[in-house]
């Protein structure tokens, strides 16, 4: 009788954990990407990427913000590719604009890099990289609402 209960028992909890394996896995693997881990890490690191980026810029940290654009380089390429995550094809769409947007940025934060001993009589570095940013900031909101599928997105 012992071992009957025993088997009984056993027959039970893999049955329960077999379904609720199932069940994980039908909630992560969402259509195209949306809702799954990987897409959610991959929103977390991008927004985290976009508040450390406006936060640079707020306080004019240049050398942080073009440390901050060339982190995010190469996570827009995979995002845009397809190549680490499985998203939508409306997020691939705005990781390649954030892709587009943000070496626009480097370029114009570079040039603003090579140019703070002369400028004397130019607005403050914050005001400069928060124009040169915004762009890439709006692109980035924009890649995580899609990789989130359309969930707030909390700010700041």
């Known amino acids: 009788m012992k071992s009957a209960l025993t088997r009984a028992l056993t027959v039970f909890v893999t049955a329960a954990a077999v379904t609720l394996a199932g069940v994980g896995v039908a909630t ?74 943000n070496a626009e940025a480097r370029k114009g934060v570079d040039e603003l890099a090579a140019k703070l001993a002369e400028r004397q009589a130019l607005p403050p570095v914050s005001a400069l990289l928060n124009a040169l940013l915004q762009r890439v900031l709006i692109s980035l909101s924009a890649l995580v609402n899609d990789l989130l599928g359309g969930l707030p997105v909390p700010v700041g």
Do not use: C, F, N
């Not at 969402?30 to 936060?55: I, M, N």
């Not at 240049?62 to 380089?73: H, S």
């Open 28 to 101: 992560a693997g969402g259509p195209g990407g949306s809702g799954s881990s990987s897409t959610t890490s991959a929103a977390a690191e991008v927004q985290g990427l976009r508040d450390q980026l406006a936060s640079r810029a707020d306080k004019g940290d240049v050398p942080g913000t073009q440390a901050t654009l060339a982190r995010l380089d190469p996570l827009l390429s995979d995002l845009a590719q397809g190549k680490r995550y499985t998203i939508q094809a409306a997020a691939k769409d705005s990781a390649a604009t954030a892709q587009k947007d």
